[in-house]
């Protein structure tokens, strides 16, 4: 089957597709949102049904549209919450499933909950093909598959017991299971996918260890009330070189406090990273990336204060180090680490080890269909840094026409593309350059 030409295909159904199309509708522009993982106007982050994930930031700031910026705080402002909490993100789910029923109720939007696996350029346009055999025509592409899964662990020997997919059902599986066996589980990484799966351990029950290891152990601080906002002006950054504006940052942190500075550089956050030559991007992302992560990328206060308090109870443990080796034996893996400065190698053992290291940071490593078919074809190409596609300033898909990506799929060029705050901006825009381009 082959539907009828659209003017738009959007793969990806998250806030970066679900925004897109929205944009879209609002502008009278015909589009097909296609998303084959049954959670389209949520995506992985909003998807979730525990109530320990709440959202990192504030209410205030997490309007879907950049035109109404307190769109979001009016919602749940009617529901009983204020601007200045960290709602629940079910509950941002919620308001963009209301967003894209909006677009689908206006007859612009189309919803397909199918699996795209292939996208090849046609004579007036794009052919995306569905994992059910059938094809969609359209006269431009949007992707906006969001954040994948990470690599594969290069250890663990294929056990079932290692689940590399901290967003998976077998991580979801893990949980209960751990919850009702009190098992030890080794969580290998330390940064938000860590804190998403201690609180839900911590939620369902769970009473064993909790290992988090990571190469400097380092966990995401906490926001505060209290400190004054600090904006700065851009002829005052010392752009260009990541060892001269790390230490400008760790001066202006020590005078007015490492958050108000932190918070400051944010509207120059994808000029600063522009504007480093492709080595400093690469010192910056093999040595100050973790630190700027972890202060950059703030969790919410009652989540900060239940992390230390699990710490503090000898139930969630944090190290620095390597894993060595790991093998199954009977019911229990078998981990070898040594830990960061010392030369012995520990052993311990744990009923399940959860990668939590992140999304995917190479994109010739995916394992998405369609995008490696389209890098196989010369359809798209990598960024210089390898991270996620080529694009340029419109986020239009380099060699491609009529193609745009959206979200994480764009942070070569951009760094900071996974925060609402950044993705509203840029989908207003990719559907403003779409109505150029396109048209109606």
């Given at each position: 089957?082959?539907?009828d ?33 049954g ?11 525990d ?97 994948q899964p ?37 969580l ?26 990571s ?41 007015i ?59 969630l ?21 040594r ?7 520990a ?9 939590c ?62 925060a ?10 990719v ?10």
């Amino acid at each position: 089957m082959k539907f009828d030409r659209l003017p738009v295909a959007i793969v990806g159904g998250g806030f970066s597709g679900t925004m897109v199309a929205a944009q879209l509708a609002r502008k009278g522009i015909d589009a097909v949102l296609i998303d084959g993982s049954g959670r389209a106007g949520q995506g992985v982050a909003y998807s979730t049904s525990d109530a320990a994930h709440v959202l990192n930031i504030q209410a205030d700031v997490m309007s879907a549209w950049p035109e109404d910026l307190e769109h979001f705080r009016r919602a749940v402002e009617d529901e009983g919450a204020t601007g200045r909490d960290f709602v629940q993100r079910r509950q941002f789910g919620t308001y963009l499933r209301g967003i894209l029923g909006e677009a689908l109720e206006s007859g612009h939007l189309r919803l397909v909950e199918k699996q795209a696996t292939e996208a090849e350029p046609s004579e007036d346009g794009w052919t995306v093909q569905l994992d059910n055999g059938d094809r969609i025509a359209a006269r431009g592409l949007v992707l906006a598959i969001g954040n994948q899964p990470p690599e594969k662990l290069p250890f663990g020997g294929g056990s079932a017991r290692v689940i590399d997919n901290p967003w998976g059902p077998e991580a979801r599986a893990a949980i209960p299971a751990l919850a009702s066996s009190g098992g030890d589980v080794m969580l290998l990484g330390t940064g938000l996918t860590m804190v998403d799966a201690v609180l839900s351990l911590d939620a369902a029950g769970h009473g064993g260890r909790i290992v988090a290891l990571s190469r400097r152990g380092l966990i995401p601080r906490g926001h505060t009330e209290g400190f004054a906002p600090a904006p700065v002006d851009a002829e005052d950054i010392p752009f260009g070189n990541v060892r001269t504006l790390w230490r400008w940052l760790r001066r202006r942190g020590a005078e007015i406090g490492w958050r108000a500075a932190v918070d400051g550089m944010r509207p120059h956050s994808h000029r600063l990273w522009q504007t480093l030559p492709p080595e400093e991007k690469r010192r910056f992302a093999r040595h100050a990336r973790p630190w700027w992560d972890v202060h950059r990328h703030r969790i919410a206060p009652e989540v900060a204060a239940r992390l230390q308090s699990l710490i503090a109870e000898g139930r969630l443990t944090v190290l620095a180090g390597r894993i060595q080796s790991i093998r199954e034996e009977e019911d229990r893996l078998v981990v070898n680490y040594r830990r960061r400065g010392s030369s012995q190698v520990a052993e311990d053992r744990f009923a399940y080890l959860i990668n939590c290291t992140g999304p995917l940071g190479s994109i010739a490593r995916t394992r998405d269909p369609l995008l490696k078919g389209m890098l196989a074809d010369g359809l798209a190409r990598p960024d210089e840094m390898g991270i996620a596609f080529d694009v340029d300033e419109f986020s239009r898909i380099a060699g491609a026409k009529n193609a745009w990506a959206m979200g994480p799929l764009t942070k070569g060029r951009y760094w900071e593309m996974i925060a609402v705050p950044d993705i509203r901006g840029q989908a207003a825009a990719v559907a403003d350059d779409i109505e150029a381009e396109l048209g109606r």
